[in-house]
């Protein structure tokens, strides 16, 4: 059984920190793309971060860039997300999520999805 489980939300003040997990299991993951969306409530789920499989290249959305670094480990099955400078706009749940496309910013694209972790920034 495939299995993303992310790890690591919480309540943090704006300009705090926190690094997420996705740990995976069920399959390897090595060649896939693996991705961050977060969703809001009454809002669209939307892209956040991704990082290709051999780690050379990782894609950002505008809101977060400079702020929030993905990693990966493959040997441990984990994907990591170290969001900095934390601000209220990024209160949100956050999902990982597995792609095969080269596409890694369209949500329709990943093939397997954790349950998500909360995210909530008070100001």
């Known amino acids: 059984q495939v299995q993303l489980v992310e790890s690591g939300g919480g309540l943090v003040q704006a300009g705090g920190s926190l690094r997420l997990s996705c740990t995976t299991s069920?399959?390897?993951?090595?060649?896939?793309?693996m991705g961050w969306f977060r969703q809001a409530p009454g809002k669209e789920r939307e892209f956040v971060a991704a990082i290709r499989w051999s780690s050379t290249s990782t894609y950002y959305a505008d809101s977060v860039k400079g702020r929030f670094t993905i990693s990966r480990d493959n040997a441990e099955n984990t994907v990591y997300l170290l969001m900095n400078s934390l601000k209220p706009e990024d209160t949100a749940d956050y999902y990982c999520a597995a792609t095969r496309y080269l596409d890694v910013y369209t949500s329709n694209n990943y093939e397997y999805w954790g349950q998500g972790t909360q995210v909530t920034v008070s100001s």
């Open positions: 069920g399959r390897t993951f090595s060649t896939y793309a």
